[in-house]
């Protein structure tokens, strides 16, 4: 009964904050033949008794959207959770750079076209906190100018989107990683500490640029999806929403493939994604990978 509690819980938290941050058909920019996003999120924390379920932020996860005049922005962190064996709470700096982001966004302090950009800003105002955020993330942002119809994205680490038109993948982010299950990421290490800890920079971000019709479909997440969901099912559930400008139909679709990467990363006999990696790297390895997973889905309305 537990865990049936908790499942019905965080779904209503993720509908709330899904629903509450998506884009109406009705808006007036949609006058001007802008296109536009209608977004929805959900998400699951790897430990129901220890992770965070709150607005913007699942387990060590963080995500975010914001706008400002015709942009809309998007993205996702992915807290390393190896910190915790420090002491230290991988959350507060996923948590810190997403928060960051989106006030940026919001005060339009970043140019649209350089989500590398924004990420390096708030990358740079954490590590010039008062309070020192330790930690390392991984992190992906998706910029839209409504007004050109194109998108611009900046991923560094194990995070990622899909877009899908007319049933076919047609743009997907490049995972970077330094060797098997050891993505780039953003750092700040403890005092003394630098030469032992992954430290990447904000502008080796992999970046992209290209435009996006009516209809089109859009999937940011962390690699609590993708290691854990085969693409074939993620496509064959985007294709679900393809125009689709109910944001509460989007939403089930949010919620059924987060629930899907929840379920298959506790299975001990599927092989994953990423136990097929772990696999082609020489290791023998079967099942799921428990993570924190997180979800924004959303489609291109004009």
């Given at each position: 009964?537990?865990?049936?509690?908790?499942?019905?819980?965080?779904?209503?938290?993720?509908?709330?904050?899904?629903?509450?941050?998506?884009?109406?058909?009705?808006?007036?920019?949609?006058?001007?033949?802008?296109?536009?996003?209608?977004?929805?999120?959900?998400?699951?924390?790897?430990?129901?008794?220890?992770?965070?379920?709150?607005?913007?932020?699942?387990?060590?996860?963080?995500?975010?959207?914001?706008?400002?005049?015709?942009?809309?922005?998007?993205?996702?962190?992915?807290?390393?959770?190896?910190?915790?064996?420090?002491?230290?709470?991988?959350?507060?700096?996923?948590?810190?750079?997403?928060?960051?982001?989106?006030?940026?966004?919001?005060?339009?302090?970043?140019?649209?076209?350089?989500?590398?950009?924004?990420?390096?800003?708030?990358?740079?105002?954490?590590?010039?906190?008062?309070?020192?955020?330790?930690?390392?993330?991984?992190?992906?942002?998706?910029?839209?100018?409504?007004?050109?119809?194109?998108?611009?994205?900046?991923?560094?680490?194990?995070?990622?989107?899909?877009?899908?038109?007319?049933?076919?993948?047609?743009?997907?982010?490049?995972?970077?990683q330094h060797y098997f299950n050891t993505p780039f990421q953003l750092?700040?290490?403890?005092?003394?500490?630098?030469?032992?800890?992954?430290?990447?920079?904000?502008?080796?971000?992999?970046?992209?640029?290209?435009?996006?019709?009516?209809?089109?479909?859009?999937?940011?997440?962390?690699?609590?999806?993708?290691?854990?969901?085969?693409?074939?099912?993620?496509?064959?559930?985007?294709?679900?929403?393809?125009?689709?400008?109910?944001?509460?139909?989007?939403?089930?679709?949010?919620?059924?493939?987060?629930?899907?990467?929840?379920?298959?990363?506790?299975?001990?006999?599927?092989?994953?994604?990423?136990?097929?990696?772990?696999?082609?790297?020489?290791?023998?390895?079967?099942?799921?990978?428990?993570?924190?997973?997180?979800?924004?889905?959303?489609?291109?309305?004009?």
């Amino acid at each position: 009964m537990q865990s049936i509690y908790w499942t019905g819980r965080l779904i209503s938290r993720a509908i709330w904050s899904g629903i509450t941050n998506y884009t109406s058909a009705a808006d007036p920019a949609l006058k001007k033949r802008e296109v536009s996003l209608v977004s929805a999120v959900c998400g699951f924390p790897k430990d129901f008794g220890r992770g965070r379920i709150s607005k913007g932020q699942f387990g060590d996860d963080a995500w975010f959207n914001a706008k400002f005049k015709a942009v809309e922005v998007i993205g996702v962190a992915d807290g390393v959770g190896g910190w915790r064996q420090y002491g230290i709470d991988p959350g507060e700096f996923s948590s810190f750079l997403m928060r960051t982001c989106e006030r940026l966004v919001s005060m339009g302090r970043f140019v649209p076209s350089e989500p590398a950009g924004l990420l390096a800003r708030s990358y740079y105002e954490l590590l010039e906190n008062k309070q020192p955020i330790l930690g390392s993330s991984t992190a992906c942002v998706i910029v839209l100018n409504k007004e050109t119809s194109s998108i611009y994205a900046a991923n560094i680490g194990d995070s990622g989107f899909v877009i899908v038109r007319k049933g076919e993948v047609v743009h997907r982010s490049s995972e970077q990683q330094h060797y098997f299950n050891t993505p780039f990421q953003l750092s700040l290490p403890p005092p003394g500490h630098s030469g032992h800890v992954l430290s990447d920079s904000p502008e080796s971000a992999d970046t992209s640029s290209f435009g996006v019709e009516d209809g089109d479909v859009i999937l940011l997440a962390t690699d609590g999806v993708f290691d854990n969901v085969p693409d074939q099912l993620l496509v064959t559930e985007m294709r679900k929403v393809e125009g689709e400008k109910d944001p509460t139909k989007i939403q089930g679709v949010a919620n059924t493939i987060a629930w899907m990467a929840r379920s298959l990363a506790f299975d001990g006999a599927f092989m994953s994604p990423f136990a097929q990696s772990a696999r082609k790297n020489g290791i023998d390895a079967i099942g799921g990978k428990p993570d924190d997973i997180t979800v924004l889905l959303a489609t291109v309305a004009i």
